[in-house]
């Protein structure tokens, strides 16, 4: 054992030490499955003991976080996991790499709340979100996929450089006929676009969103709304895009207007669209492979943020769908 390490931290904010640790030390315990060590925590001490390196990612972990609270912000759900994640993405921090390394992920300034991206996927996606008119995230769910693309386009209006926000969903399952539903406009699209009225309000006050909508700054429609515009100046986002069709998918593409960005997310494995019909999405990423201007990234089960159970529970779908059927 002679490669044990041991290291301990004090935090001098005892308050703040108490949210880093977790309720009933579950931040610690997190750490200590996640990177092989084991912490024994006193008080605003944590002493942690394992391999030097382990130890080390440790302590990067844990002050990251407590540099968080410091600026006075909450520790949600999956910031540890995130954090453990970028420590983790950095690799081995000997010799003197940790100078080396990106200190930080990229980050969504908005007047509600800071978005971090908590895996490296995610910091992928949102360089290629600040720097591309037109990108695609596809992945499973999970990954924050559509969450950081209205967080990109909330931060747009937020600073004018858009004057509109579109965001859009096939609805698959009415097969875009929304007759036969109850009720106006807004309450039959209601189900399928009720994801995104959540993200938005999770992102901004409730009370812009609500003066927005009746605006028109914000708009939330159904793909087919979408045809025979042309739309400039704004954030457009398609969601749940593997349930377009190849002419729903080239119709969106095509409103691309000036000075506008487009986000398309969607989960390639999740197609609802009836057999034997080609996904838009698929057939898209295909053909925009290699065009300057259009960026592809891949959300994995390593991006998945909502529970760690969930990146496994992920793998073991996708292994059990590459076996061969006997």
Known sequence: MGDRHQIV??????????ALFGQ?????????RRLGVTADQRGNHVSIEGSRDSC??????LENLYDQLRRGRELAA????????????????????????????EEINLRKRLVRARTAGQDAYIRALKRHPLVFGTGPAGTGKTWLAVAHAVALFERKEIDR???SRPAVEAGERLGFLP????????????PIYDALYDLMDARIVERALQTGEIEIAPLAFMRGRTLSNAAVILDEAQNTTSMQMKMFLTRLGENSRMIVT??????????GQTSGLAEALRLLANIEGIVQVKFTSADVIRHELVARIVDAYDSARREPKG
């Open 9 to 18: 931290l004090a935090f001098d904010d005892n308050r703040l030490a108490s």
């Open 24 to 32: 009933y030390g579950q931040n610690l315990a997190l750490i200590e």
């Open 183 to 194: 009720g106006d406009m807004r309450e039959k699209v209601d189900p399928y676009l009720r």
């Open 266 to 275: 969607g989960d390639p494995s999740q197609v609802d669209l009836p057999p």
């Open 56 to 61: 080390e990612q440790a302590r990067r972990v």
């Open 165 to 167: 926000i579109i965001l």
């Open 78 to 105: 999956g910031d540890v996991e995130g954090a453990v994640r970028q420590t983790l993405a950095q690799g081995t921090l000997f010799p003197d790499e940790a100078e080396e390394a990106r200190p930080t992920f």
